[in-house]
């Protein structure tokens, strides 16, 4: 049963978020002035003075801050606080360039328990679950994250980080797990092993899972929660603001709340950093007003969704933002269409006789652009029956077509060759980019 951890913080009305949030701002960006050289010189840049920024409405005055900011400024040019304050450091993978470090004082820490356990509440959590955290420990922050969440809430944490997925399944089960916290992916993978280890999913205790840190569909989401016979949380957040726990899903599945006492969210037009009006798709933006340890100011995420305020059935009144539909980096453009991943997810999870294991394949033949689509079999629907593979391939390629408005080439190919992942999956090869 999904519960509200802190009625008074979800559930506040509108006029009191925007004057909490208004008061807070105005101490965060006082703070930030006084403290940090580099947000000094953008606003003294843009004209800006702390006291111009007199409520929430006049944070589209604020300069923006992006990934180059903090590589610029690498590893702690953004900390607001001595270093003797800081008790943790997180990092990005820095897959894309440099690492970012994100430093947290120990208020940070209690704040982002909270985030978090509000994010477990609303996946059933209480003092009686057992929370396992299977994202991966160290520098990434989804393992810990989870891992303080589970704390705040006074469940049992088990911290089996990603990987060694037998030993994983095998705790699950001993343990009674009954919240299972992961990457999409990886829960896929796990629900396949059990399958694989002859176990039933029913003599396990799981309730729910809260699954995040790459982006799912609403398709993905359904598969899985059959697959695992459990309830999930969409879980978002990043390393700059906090890690998980700056947004989460409620049981009406309508979107994602955001935790905008803490950190307030914005869309912008990624070209002209104008702020777009509710439902309009755009890239998302976030302040801290809040954290001590590195309070970002208006983040440039790059992440593309839209925003809602209209109440939502559950009770809270945190604005809410749509599933993200991927990076503005993760966009492919293919013969000049714009193509996200998770459509192409959509699009084949829509189709019964296909595993939610696929590959997308960009190159380019000439000057022509080029998109394969590899997609698994179920095992249940694998056959060597030439017509049947020609009817699943033919009937993947016209829905793609109609989903995408582009012509792609789709592969079928056996179960279990596409390679499983135990954290965030990699679903593109662009081979245009060597
Ligand atoms: O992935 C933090 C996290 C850990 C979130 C565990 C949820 C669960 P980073 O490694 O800094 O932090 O990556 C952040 O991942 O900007 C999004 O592009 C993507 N992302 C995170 N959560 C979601 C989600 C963690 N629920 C980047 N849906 C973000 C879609 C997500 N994308």
């Not at 029913?202 to 799912?216: D, H, R, S």
Request: hydrophobic share 35%; with cysteine; net charge negative.
């Amino acid at each position: 049963m999904s519960k509200i951890w802190n009625p008074e913080a979800e559930c506040m009305s509108r006029d009191k978020m925007h004057a909490l949030q208004s008061e807070r701002l105005i101490k965060k960006v006082k703070e930030v002035y006084d403290n940090v050289p580099h947000y000094r010189a953008k606003m003294d840049e843009k004209g800006v003075k702390p006291e111009d920024i007199r409520s929430v409405d006049d944070l589209h005055l604020l300069p923006f801050t992006s990934k180059q900011d903090l590589r610029d400024t690498y590893p702690n040019g953004l900390f607001a606080r001595p270093n003797k304050d800081i008790v943790e450091i997180h990092a990005t993978s820095g897959t894309t360039g440099k690492q970012v470090v994100a430093g947290y004082t120990k208020n940070d820490l209690e704040l982002w328990g909270e985030v978090m356990a509000r994010v477990l509440a609303s996946a059933g959590g209480d003092e009686n679950s057992v929370v396992q955290s299977s994202y991966g420990y160290g520098l990434f922050t989804g393992g810990l994250g989870a891992h303080y969440g589970a704390q705040t809430l006074g469940a049992m944490a088990i911290p089996t980080s990603s990987g060694n997925t037998e030993r994983q399944i095998r705790m699950m089960k001993d343990l009674g797990t009954t919240i299972l916290c992961c990457t999409p992916s990886y829960a896929a993978y796990i629900g396949e092993t059990i399958r694989e280890m002859g176990l039933d999913i029913n003599e396990f205790k799981l309730e729910a899972g809260v699954f995040g840190a790459e982006p799912w569909t609403v398709e993905m989401q359904h598969e899985i929660e059959k697959m695992l016979n459990i309830r999930t949380v969409d879980v978002y957040g990043l390393t700059e603001i906090i890690g998980p726990g700056v947004a989460f899903s409620c049981e009406k599945e309508c979107g994602i709340h955001i935790n905008e006492d803490h950190f307030i969210p914005e869309i912008i037009d990624p070209d002209t950093g104008e702020v777009l009006p509710d439902g309009t798709l755009g890239e998302l933006v976030f302040t801290c007003i809040t954290k001590e340890g590195m309070p970002v100011i208006r983040y440039r995420t790059r992440d593309i969704t839209s925003l809602t305020h209209e109440p939502c059935e559950c009770g809270r009144t945190l604005v809410r933002m749509g599933k993200i539909q991927g990076r503005s980096d993760d966009m492919l453009i293919i013969r000049g269409v714009n193509v996200f991943p998770s459509q192409v997810e959509s699009a084949l999870l829509d189709i019964s006789d296909v595993a939610p294991y696929y590959m997308l394949i960009v190159d380019r033949v000439g000057t022509r652009d080029t998109l394969e689509v590899q997609v698994e079999m179920a095992p249940d629907f694998f056959s060597d029956e030439i017509k049947h593979l020609e009817k699943l391939e033919k009937e993947i390629y016209e829905k793609l077509k109609s989903a995408l408005g582009l012509a792609v080439k789709v592969k079928l190919v056996e179960p279990k060759s596409i390679t499983r992942s135990e954290g965030k999956a990699v679903r593109v090869i662009d081979k245009r980019k060597k």
